[in-house]
């Protein structure tokens, strides 16, 4: 489950603003290597469902409305989830179309994920960031996708404004 897990982030983080620009991970040969590298076929087919999905997910995690609901179940539309029992326990087989598999395991990882760690999968608090994190902190407080980044430079805003206070 780790690995939909980092399937989910991957694909919530896959529309960065780099240099104040909003850029797109899932676009041209990239995007098709990303999704091969996560099982999927790297079509065009399966970049537009992943792009669904992202948009469908961000919202779902933003608490941005309703839509997201529709649009969820229509990405998981036909997905079919068969038990089979082996000597290592029970494992899941998905049945889907292949250019659906990787959006529909990213819309079940966050289905786990938030009931896993409810309040936990949050956008990271730098508005100016569109990045996601999972908070594993014990305490759970995490705030920023990366304290090396978003962490400091927020930090060090609030810091130059209480000494110019």
């Given at each position: 489950?780790?690995?939909?897990?980092?399937?989910?982030?991957?694909?919530?983080?896959?529309?960065?603003?780099?240099?104040?620009?909003?850029?797109?991970?899932?676009?041209?040969?990239?995007?098709?290597?990303?999704?091969?590298?996560?099982?999927?076929?790297?079509?065009?087919?399966?970049?537009?469902?992943?792009?669904?999905?992202?948009?469908?997910?961000?919202?779902?995690?933003?608490?941005?409305?309703?839509?997201?609901?529709d649009?969820?179940?229509?990405?998981?539309?036909?997905?079919?989830?068969?038990?089979?029992?082996?000597?290592?326990?029970?494992?899941?087989?998905?049945?889907?179309?292949?250019?659906?598999?990787?959006?529909?395991?990213?819309?079940?990882?966050?289905?786990?994920?938030?009931?896993?760690h409810?309040?936990?999968?949050?956008?990271?608090?730098?508005?100016?960031?569109?990045?996601?994190?999972l908070?594993?902190?014990?305490?759970?407080?995490?705030?920023?996708?990366?304290?090396?980044?978003?962490?400091?430079?927020?930090?060090?805003?609030?810091?130059?404004?209480?000494?110019?206070?």
């Amino acid at each position: 489950m780790q690995d939909d897990e980092e399937l989910l982030l991957a694909l919530l983080n896959s529309a960065p603003i780099i240099e104040g620009r909003p850029t797109d991970a899932l676009d041209g040969p990239p995007g098709r290597e990303l999704a091969r590298r996560w099982g999927g076929t790297g079509t065009e087919d399966e970049s537009a469902q992943l792009r669904r999905a992202r948009v469908a997910l961000q919202a779902a995690v933003r608490h941005d409305g309703t839509a997201y609901v529709d649009e969820l179940a229509s990405i998981m539309q036909g997905a079919v989830r068969t038990p089979r029992v082996t000597l290592d326990g029970v494992r899941w087989e998905l049945a889907v179309a292949d250019d659906d598999r990787l959006a529909i395991r990213a819309v079940l990882a966050w289905a786990t994920t938030i009931a896993r760690h409810p309040g936990r999968l949050r956008p990271c608090a730098n508005d100016e960031c569109a990045l996601y994190l999972l908070d594993r902190s014990r305490p759970g407080t995490a705030k920023w996708c990366s304290m090396s980044t978003c962490g400091n430079r927020l930090k060090a805003r609030a810091h130059a404004q209480r000494r110019r206070a």
